[in-house]
Every structure is written in structure tokens, then in C-alpha cells.
């Protein structure tokens, strides 16, 4: 039996494609983009796929188990909570909504409806960051007091009109990038909660090259922030879509305990990872098994094996929330030039 699967939004999209004809238990059934263009060429790359560009006619025609949500962020709930409410097993596209407000309904339609929801926060899929996490789970940290993790970029606005426009994007590198960045961080150390967070939060630089573009531009591009969580455990976390670094792309995440270290970073301004378990040898810092991995993902083939076996696929609708609450925090705490505490209820 093969899950029969579509797609949604043809950008990020097509890579979700990619993954779902490659992974055996998937079959990529139907595509669908508001883009004839970007349509087309797909469909000659999957010619057995049926084509929309109305995902409403999509679900209605039936014949899907599954379908990835790869659209711009102020879509992801509308688009995700239709295909729910048609019967379909969801693949969201991070972040999981604009706000947690839509996060929230999601997650509720989710659980009413019995239907999968899974966010695809990727990095987590990389055999590098597997390899840290099984690092951590065994123990060679001792106690976890600290945190790093950061993705800065010299000049990386993604100019493509929604990106940079709050009420389409939900905010700037914060949510964009720094989603990504937060989730492999408190993955690694097991989500501990945070309890306040110190942030600040720039614009202008942005705001000065997209007019220089022509492009709309009301979201910040470089946001600092310092976290508190529970257990006694600090993070700062860096994003920037300009300014912050002089090199293309800067991915760090580190994670300190008492006993040793992970440390997750690419390599060569690019999306190759080293992965560093370190651990204190004699006073000395050791790399145990200093690796480089090639860039993989598995997400697809984990949300796909969780239709089959009837599992709760991981990164969950809970986690996404978790992460646009922590991300409101760090907006409301920049906003408000002060620190802020989060309340956890559920
Ligand atoms: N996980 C990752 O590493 C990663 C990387 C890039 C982007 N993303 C996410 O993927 C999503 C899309 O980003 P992108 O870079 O592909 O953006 P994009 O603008 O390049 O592509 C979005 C596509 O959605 C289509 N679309 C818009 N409205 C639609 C509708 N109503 N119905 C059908 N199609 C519609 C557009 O025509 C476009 O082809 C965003 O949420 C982004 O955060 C994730």
C-alpha cells in the first residue's frame, strides 16, 4: 500500500515533490500552483500527476491520503485546516502560521479531525543533526546550562515580494530562519520551556536595501535575543537576513553541559553540516567523532512511514505552536524594549 500524495505550491514545494517520487511508499499524485508557469513545468517533470490551480478542486476530486503545504505563510493555515477538513494528513511548511492564534486552530482541527498534522522543520532530518542527537540522548553532555544557536546572513533577503511583508510572512529572518534555528536548538536538549525572554529586534538596513529594490519592506532583519528556560539553562540566539556576519550563510548551533558539547554548524557558507560531539577528555575538549555530512532529509519519508504505521510524526502541531508562541515573545519583547515572561499552561 503507498500513501498517494500532493502538493501545494511549487517553490519550496518542489523539493517535497522530489522526496515524495523518490520515497518508495509514496505515490505523487496530484501538483497544484496558482503559477501556469511553474504548473506546467512540473507537470512535464510529473507528467502522471493531475495539475490545479485551485486546491479546493484538488480535495474535491478525491483520490489523495496526504498533501505537503508549501504556499507563503499566510496561507499555510487556511490551506492546511481545508485539507484537514477534506480528510487529508498534512505536511506544513514552516513556520507552522503567522501567529499563534492560527497555530492553535490548527492544531485543535488536527485533533478533531484525527488527521496528521506535521511541520516541516527539516534540519532536524540531517544525518549530522541526528548523529548530535543521539549525543545528547546518551548522556555525554552532563548537565545542559547553555545554548547558542544563530543563522546570520550578510545579504540574503529573500525578494520575493510576501517574504518582507508582515501581515503576508508574519515577520522577517526571526520567523523565517530563526524557526529552524530555536527548534534544532531545544530538539537537541529535549524542548525544555522557556521562561523569559530579552530581545531586540533591527530594521532599517533592510528597509534601506529593499527601497533600493522597489520591494515592500516592513519586518525586521536582524533579531538578538536571550533566552531563560527551565532548568537553568540560558540560549542567545542571532538570526539576520543582513548584517551580522560577513558570510553568505552562518549556521551554529551549539549546545554546552558540564561534561561536553554539541555543536551542529555548516560548512563553506553553504548547506553541507559538520557535526562536533565533544567531550572533556582529561581537561581537554575533545571531538569524539569529528564527521562531515552531505545535506539528506528524511522528513517526507517520516511523515509518509507515519500514515502507514499510524504514528504521531515529529516535528508535531504542538511543537509548531510551542515555537510561534516563543517567536510572539521575541517580537513582543523587542517591541516593547524589555524582558518578557511566557506562561505555560498547556
Ligand atoms: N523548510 C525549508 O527549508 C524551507 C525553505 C524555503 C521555503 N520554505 C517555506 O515554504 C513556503 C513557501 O516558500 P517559497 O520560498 O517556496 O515561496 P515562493 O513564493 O517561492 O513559492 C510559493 C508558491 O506558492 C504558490 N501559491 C501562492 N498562493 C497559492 C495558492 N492559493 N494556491 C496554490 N499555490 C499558491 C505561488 O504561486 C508560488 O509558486 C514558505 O512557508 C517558506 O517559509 C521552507
Known amino acids: 500500500m503507498s500513501v498517494r500524495v500532493g502538493v501545494i505550491g511549487l ?24 503559477d501556469e508557469e511553474r504548473l506546467q513545468q512540473m507537470h512535464a517533470q510529473y507528467p502522471q500527476a493531475r495539475i490545479y490551480t485551485d486546491y479546493r478542486e484538488m480535495f474535491a476530486d478525491g483520490g489523495l491520503d ?62 549530522a543533526s541526528q548523529f548530535l542527537k543521539r549525543h545528547v540522548e546518551e548522556g555525554h553532555l552532563g548537565r545542559i546550562y547553555y545554548a547558542q544557536t544563530r543563522w546570520l546572513r550578510a545579504r540574503g533577503i529573500p525578494w520575493r515580494g510576501w517574504f518582507s511583508r508582515k501581515e503576508l510572512s508574519g515577520g522577517g529572518p526571526l520567523i523565517d530562519l530563526g524557526v529552524h534555528r530555536l527548534d534544532l536548538a531545544l530538539w537537541l536538549m529535549g524542548y525544555p520551556r522557556p521562561l523569559t ?37 540560558a540560549m542567545t540566539l542571532e538570526v539576520s537576513w543582513a548584517g551580522g556576519t560577513d558570510k553568505r550563510e552562518e549556521m551554529h548551533t551549539g549546545i554546552y553541559g558540564v561534561q561536553g558539547a554539541a555543536i551542529l554548524r555548516n560548512r563553506n557558507e553553504g548547506y553541507d553540516f559538520e557535526a562536533l560531539a565533544l567531550q572533556d577528555v ?27 504505521e499510524d504514528r504521531a510524526p515529529e516535528p508535531s502541531a504542538s511543537q509548531g505552536l510551542f515555537l510561534m508562541r516563543l517567536i510572539e515573545a521575541i517580537y513582543r519583547s523587542a517591541e516593547r524594549e524589555r524582558e518578557i515572561a511566557l506562561s505555560w499552561q498547556d
Open 11 to 34: 517553490g519550496m514545494g518542489k523539493y517535497h515533490a522530489r522526496a515524495y517520487q523518490a520515497c518508495k511508499d509514496a505515490e505523487l499524485v496530484a501538483l497544484c500552483d496558482l
Open 282 to 308: 582529561a581537561g581537554h575538549l575533545t571531538a569524539l567523532e569529528p564527521r562531515v555530512f552531505p545535506p539528506s532529509s528524511t522528513a517526507i519519508d517520516h511523515f509518509v512511514a507515519c500514515i502507514l
Open 66 to 127: 496526504a498533501v505537503s503545504v508549501a504556499v507563503p505563510n499566510y496561507l499555510h493555515a487556511e490551506v492546511s485546516i481545508a485539507a484537514m477538513r477534506a480528510g487529508l494528513h498534512v505536511l506544513c511548511e514552516k513556520p507552522m502560521a503567522l501567529n499563534s492564534a492560527q497555530a492553535e486552530e490548527m492544531l485543535r482541527v488536527s485533533q478533531e479531525t484525527g488527521r496528521k498534522l506535521m511541520i516541516h522543520l527539516n534540519y532536524r532530518f540531517c544525518t
Open 197 to 233: 525572554v530579552s530581545a531586540s529586534a533591527f530594521g532599517s538596513l533592510g528597509a534601506r536595501l529593499a527601497e533600493e529594490k522597489g520591494v515592500p519592506y516592513d519586518v525586521e532583519d536582524l533579531v538578538a535575543a536571550h533566552i531563560r528556560l527551565e532548568g537553568g539553562i
